[in-house]
């Protein structure tokens, strides 16, 4: 009532007052949409003020510079979710086998935590130090270590990527959060071997060997390529299996004859450029002398006529044919005398119908195989160090986008590649199984010496 009769009485000056209040209250109202931290919001001159203030390096300031200052950890005013992933990932740096003080975490909590202030120096500030630090990260994580990989095209070799690469990556990804919860600037086998790696030290399931295992594991997984577009194969030795890779995921798997313990398949990575259809079977020496020679001196030179294999005068591309009859096969079983055998191409080549070659020093490729019931043993184990595939016919496939054959019967067709594609042999004893992990017998008793140096590195960390 008396509001009401203090508006009748200033009758005259309703309209006016009417007009203020409506405009105030508007005015209010709009205020009232507008989020409290809105005008604490980042802009691109206060990022480029931080990079003035800050000690930011040149690969920092130049990837600021590309994308216009525009911020990557935080979204208006607020903090994105990256942030915090990131932080719970750089607390457990650890199991990466690095010290999280390096990062500098417990500064950069506070500053997370200045951050959901809203000024903009603070969020500026604490946007130059996560990027620093995670900069940092991602380049310690992907420093290789000394596993034993041989890199026969050395393009293949691991590279420690610059600030710059790291951002303009992690910036360019779908999803910020998912690449950073999966590592996702290393191999899927990396970042699945972390996490399992995690889950199970958090629920207290490891053992001190466990621990060491997968740290181990871990390594070498550092020596396989970046989660990135593109193609390649994996061999796990330790496994006996192979997998086609395209961008990042499994597309394929088959299984694979390996070499035996006295005959290891090396981890190595090189590019398949070529397959060879028809091939001969170049004879390890060893094979030479504990197989063939013993025949040969028990059955007479027709053995070597039955199975098709032919005396070389040497290894060259030139090498010619020489008699049979003139070499002492005696002494060969014997070892004192080496001679290079080659069998010429059938279906009982050891090579089968083709195989894929990377050339190496090594002497080590993937091939097919007349004998596909080693393929059905849990142990395949049985090679003299190269690779046996399951089904030759649909790896040329997936290599080729179509099948290959020879034409007609001429030994060695080479069909090349239309491009180069990568293929890493590894030998993971602790690998990713569904939600845990499979430790596998260390057959080829690289473990012991590979745990010493790690366990040394540890103690270097502390």
């Not at 195989?369 to 046996?388: H, I, M, N, Q």
Request: with cysteine; proline share 7%.
């Amino acid at each position: 009532m008396r509001t009401t009769a203090n508006f009748s009485a200033g009758r005259s000056h309703r309209p006016a007052r009417l007009s203020f209040l409506r405009t105030g209250l508007a005015a209010v109202a709009a205020l009232a949409l507008v989020p409290a931290a809105a005008s604490a919001q980042i802009t691109p001159a206060s990022v480029q003020a931080a990079l003035k203030d800050g000690k930011a390096s040149q690969d920092i300031r130049a990837f600021y510079e590309s994308r216009s200052y525009r911020p990557l950890w935080i979204r208006g005013s607020t903090l994105s979710p990256e942030a915090d992933e990131f932080l719970r990932l750089v607390d457990t740096a650890t199991y990466d086998g690095l010290n999280p003080r390096s990062y500098r975490t417990k500064a950069l909590a506070t500053a997370l935590k200045k951050g959901r202030d809203g000024s903009p120096k603070a969020l500026a500030s604490v946007e130059m130090l996560l990027s620093q630090a995670f900069a940092a990260y991602v380049r310690d994580v992907s420093r290789p270590r000394d596993v034993g990989m041989i890199y026969v095209d050395r393009q293949l070799a691991p590279t420690t990527p610059s600030a710059r690469a790291i951002l303009t990556a992690a910036a360019s990804a779908p999803s910020m959060e998912l690449y950073l919860r999966n590592i996702g600037w290393m191999h899927p086998v990396y970042g699945e071997l972390r996490s399992t790696f995690a889950a199970a030290h958090r629920a207290g399931r490891l053992n001190g060997a466990q621990d060491q295992l997968l740290r181990l594991n871990m390594d070498r997984a550092r020596a396989l390529p970046p989660r990135v577009a593109g193609r390649h194969i994996l061999v796990d030795a330790a496994a006996a299996k192979l997998y086609l890779y395209e961008n990042g995921q499994v597309r394929d798997t088959m299984k694979v004859v390996v070499g035996k313990p006295d005959l290891q398949t090396p981890m190595m990575a090189g590019l398949i450029r070529y397959a060879m259809v028809n091939p001969y079977w170049n004879i390890p020496p060893d094979l030479v002398r504990d197989r063939i020679a013993p025949n040969v001196v028990s059955q007479g030179l027709g053995y070597l006529k039955a199975k098709r294999y032919d005396v070389l005068s040497d290894w060259s591309d030139d090498a010619t044919i020489v008699s049979a009859a003139k070499i002492d096969w005696k002494a060969v079983a014997a070892g004192t005398v080496e001679v290079p055998v080659r069998q010429r191409p059938g279906n009982d080549n050891a090579m089968g119908k083709m195989k894929f070659m990377f050339p190496n020093e090594q002497g080590v490729y993937l091939h097919d195989t007349p004998d596909k019931e080693l393929f059905a043993e849990a142990d395949r184990g049985r090679s003299a160090g190269c690779v046996r595939v399951e089904d030759a016919q649909r790896l040329a496939r997936w290599l080729f986008g179509k099948p290959i054959a020879a034409k007609g019967k001429k030994p060695e067709q080479r069909v090349d590649m239309p491009e180069p594609v990568p293929v890493y042999i590894t030998y993971l004893t602790a690998a990713p199984d569904g939600p845990g992990v499979a430790f596998r017998k260390d057959v080829y008793n690289r473990d012991p010496g590979q745990l010493a140096r790690l366990r040394t590195a540890a103690l270097e960390l502390r």
